[in-house]
């Protein structure tokens, strides 16, 4: 697609500068309508990557501005941060998993009057689902601080 007005021109432009200077790929680029001032970069590699800022970013900002902006979101796509971030979600929610199934074996197991062990099924559904949203919710808190602690 080319550029429609001399503000699409220079968007694609300074994307196309600043991953040259960052040794990537050149990343799609898109402008999406929203009157806050807003700008992200997505994609599973260097090489698949997209950098999309708001109208009301292009709006709002000088160009010095929201070139700087923009170079902090090629630096994501440079650092690796969403493949990154997608890796410790995965490990997170494993580990979220097995906790929550493991300690939810444990409470549901007993041992009846002949020593032999037996489950309580929904005991263990319950426990299970309690313990996969309150690990959740600290794996969330954790994979929070890690995307603050990149930024």
Request: charged content about 15%; cysteine-free.
């Given at each position: 697609t ?35 001032v ?5 994609g599973?590699t260097?090489?698949n990557?997209?950098?999309?800022v ?12 929201a070139?700087?902006v ?12 969403m ?10 929610n494993?580990?979220?998993i097995?906790?929550?199934r ?19 099924s ?6 299970s689902?309690?313990l996969?949203?309150?690990f959740?919710?600290l794996?969330s ?5 890690f995307?603050?602690?990149r930024e």
């Amino acid at each position: 697609t080319q550029p429609r007005n001399q503000t699409e021109r220079w968007l694609i432009d300074t994307v196309s500068r600043q991953a040259q200077k960052a040794g990537i790929p050149m990343p799609d680029v898109a402008i999406y309508h929203s009157p806050d001032v807003n700008a992200f970069a997505t994609g599973a590699t260097k090489s698949n990557s997209l950098v999309a800022v708001s109208t009301g970013l292009l709006n709002n900002m000088t160009e010095a501005e929201a070139e700087a902006v923009l170079a902090h979101e090629i630096s994501h796509i440079s650092n690796g941060d969403m493949v990154t971030m997608a890796l410790l979600q995965g490990v997170l929610n494993t580990f979220v998993i097995f906790l929550s199934r493991v300690i939810a074996t444990a409470v549901a197991s007993s041992r009846n009057n002949n020593g032999e062990e037996t489950r309580s099924s929904g005991i263990y559904f319950l426990v299970s689902m309690v313990l996969e949203m309150l690990f959740g919710v600290l794996a969330s808190i954790i994979a929070m601080w890690f995307s603050r602690y990149r930024e």
